[in-house]
């Protein structure tokens, strides 16, 4: 079945830098990923979704230049938390749609950052 | 957009018993609800979804009901077991591809 692979699956970062995930997707192509953010005991929140070749589309209250989102390929979405802070720690986790129209997608193994 | 409540947010039963998760969703065109388990920090697994054409679903220990008028849907677990223990997910989508998500139940299940 189709498969996301995401990385890293874990990092600590100093407050002030900036981390970038990338999501990929593997033996199938992903024109569209899906990025959220899970804090602890709580829900997956949308938080961008990117399309390739074209801009994200943020969801209310997401700063765009906080998050960045890059979809240069059909193969490959990146997330860049920049100028992170201890609030931005959560566990990230992308998605993409399914690949034959058979409702349902596939997560990614999810990233927990931890900013210090 | 769309807005996806879900109760309890926790929830012991003992083993052999039946746990139910309900939720409602606000967008009458959201037509799809899967739901998700989580193990803790791991990725959330599809264990069974409905249609909005479907009135129930049943997957061997697992159901799931849809009221398209009322706007809710709800998980049943029957006969449920230790590994049953994990955090629990409903979602909608009009789409298929973009999720709404409830809030979350933990599950425990007490041997």
């Known amino acids: 079945g189709a498969v996301v692979s995401q990385h890293p699956s874990w990092v600590i970062c100093k407050s002030g830098t900036s981390v970038k995930i990338e999501c990929r997707s593997l033996d199938f192509q992903a024109t569209t990923m899906f990025w959220y953010r899970q804090f602890p005991k709580q829900s997956l929140m949308l938080m961008a979704t990117s399309n390739e070749g074209s801009k994200a589309t943020y969801e209310q209250g997401v700063e765009k230049d906080k998050f960045l989102i890059n979809h240069a390929s059909l193969t490959l979405s990146t997330l860049t938390v920049t100028s992170a802070h201890p609030e931005d720690s959560s566990f990230y986790i992308c998605s993409a749609p399914p690949v034959d129209r058979v409702w349902g997608y596939t997560f990614g193994s999810g990233t927990r950052l931890t900013v210090v | 957009g769309e807005n996806v409540e879900q109760h309890p947010s926790t929830l012991s039963v003992q083993e052999g018993d039946s746990a139910v998760i309900k939720c409602t969703y606000s967008?009458?065109?959201?037509?799809?609800f899967p739901w998700y388990k989580q193990e803790l920090g791991k990725r959330p697994q599809l264990i069974i979804d409905?249609?909005?054409?479907?009135g129930e679903k049943k997957d061997q220990r697992i159901a799931v009901t849809l009221n398209k008028t009322a706007k809710h849907f709800s998980l049943h677990i029957t006969e449920t077991q230790p590994e049953d223990s994990a955090v629990y997910f409903c979602?909608?989508?009009?789409?298929?591809?973009?999720?709404?998500f409830g809030t979350g139940t933990s599950l425990t299940v007490i041997p």
């Open positions: 409905i249609r909005s054409n479907v």
């Open positions: 967008d009458s065109a959201s037509n799809y």
């Open positions: 979602a909608a989508s009009y789409t298929g591809n973009q999720f709404y």
